[in-house]
């Protein structure tokens, strides 16, 4: 069965860091670009981070740049995102998804072949 698995998301404070990762099975992550989706209650999904297949090229949504580090290990079958200087706005069900060929650009999340069910992140005092 190919699915994806996110996991590592919990309760952190204001200022905390947390690091998520998205683990495949059932297929190899190396020829898939992955994108890290975010939504909070009551809002839209939103796009958070993307990293190519060769992991060459990264886009950050303005809301994270300079806080969130996307990385990928091929080996491990995994992409990570590193979290820092969260906010209580950072709160949100974070979840991956991998993409063999995105046409329309990293946003667009019907291209996108395999879903993970999400991780919880909270951040509050």
């Known amino acids: 069965q190919k699915q994806l698995v996110e996991s590592g998301g919990g309760l952190v404070q204001p200022g905390g860091s947390l690091r998520v990762s998205c683990a495949a099975s059932?297929?190899?992550?190396?020829?898939?670009?992955i994108g890290w989706f975010r939504q909070a209650p009551g809002k839209e999904r939103e796009g958070v981070s993307y990293?190519?297949?060769?992991?060459?090229?990264?886009i950050y949504a303005d809301s994270v740049k300079g806080r969130f580090t996307i990385s990928r290990d091929n080996a491990k079958n995994t992409v990570y995102l590193q979290m820092n200087s969260l906010k209580p706005e950072d709160t949100a069900v974070y979840s991956c998804?991998?993409?063999?060929?995105?046409?329309?650009?990293?946003?667009?999340?019907?291209?996108?072949?395999?879903w993970g069910q999400g991780t919880q992140v909270t951040v509050s005092s």
């Open positions: 998804a991998a993409a063999r060929r995105l046409v329309r650009g990293w946003l667009s999340t019907d291209e996108y072949d395999y």
């Open positions: 059932g297929f190899t992550l190396d020829y898939y670009s």
């Open positions: 990293i190519s297949s060769s992991g060459v090229n990264t």
